[in-house]
T-cell receptor, first 112, second 111 residues
Framework: GDSVTQMEGPVTLSEEAFLTINCTYTATGYPSLFWYVQYPGEGLQLLLKATKADDKGSNKGFEATYRKETTSFHLEKGSVQVSDSAVYFCAPQGNQGGKLIFGQGTELSVKP | DTEVTQTPKHLVMGMTNKKSLKCEQHMGHRAMYWYKQKAKKPPELMFVYSYEKLSINESVPSRFSPECPNSSLLNLHLHALQPEDSALYLC??????????FGPGTRLTVL
């Protein structure tokens, strides 16, 4: 079945450091790919998405490129801020009724 | 506007109580979802409504009973819950198939 493997956390970085959170998936066809972010005590917010191969999703300085050949959708940001501290979920969207297949989540902590 | 609202924000209930969670969206979305999220875990899908009809039930115990009164509203009725049901309950909505937008959640504690 469809699955996703996400980089384990927690990840601790200093402010202005470069961030990469790896995400690879197994899915039939060409799923849409999403990154969601969950700040402490809140629900999930859509961070970015890509719907076809080579698409780049971007938002708030975060980027991720849909790599069909490596079935990956790694999240990157060039310079993290303390306010980026949150849990990040990678989620391919399967073909069964649009179900999201969530990764385990990566907790990011950014220190000043 | 991509807002999904959920009430209440917090709920404490005993194992013999009956309570309901409410979710509302005004984006014209025709699919609505209930998820359960335990601490430090990803959300787990419970139910999906598509065009106001239940389309997916992920083998959820009958003490959870969903209801979709109209295309904007989604309820989750709770009865005889167990302490292990304590979690964050998230509602989401989307076009028929597409990007899901989540609400802030209801944090449920079962005593």
């Amino acid at each position: 079945g469809d699955s996703v493997t996400q980089m384990e956390g927690p990840v601790t970085l200093s402010e202005e450091a470069f961030l990469t959170i790896n995400c690879t998936y197994t899915a039939t066809g060409y799923p849409s790919l999403f990154w969601y972010v969950q700040y402490p005590g809140e629900g999930l917010q859509l961070l970015l998405k890509a719907t076809k191969a080579d698409d780049k999703g971007s938002n708030k300085g975060f980027e991720a490129t849909y790599r069909k050949e490596t079935t990956s959708f790694h999240l990157e940001k060039g310079s993290v801020q303390v306010s980026d501290s949150a849990v990040y979920f990678c989620a391919p969207q399967g073909n069964q009724g649009g179900k999201l297949i969530f990764g385990q989540g990566t907790e990011l902590s950014v220190k000043p | 506007d991509t807002e999904v609202t959920q009430t209440p924000k917090h709920l404490v209930m005993g194992m013999t109580n009956k309570k309901s969670l409410k979710c509302e969206q005004h984006m014209g979305h025709r699919a609505m979802y209930w998820y359960k999220q335990k601490a430090k875990k990803p959300p787990e899908l419970m139910f999906v409504y598509s065009y106001e009809k239940l389309s997916i039930n992920e083998s959820v115990p009958s003490r959870f009973s969903p209801e979709c009164p109209n295309s904007s509203l989604l309820n989750l009725h709770l009865h005889a819950l167990q302490p292990e049901d304590s979690a964050l309950y998230l509602c989401a909505s989307s076009q028929a198939v597409g990007t899901q937008y989540f609400g802030p959640g209801t944090r449920l504690t079962v005593l």
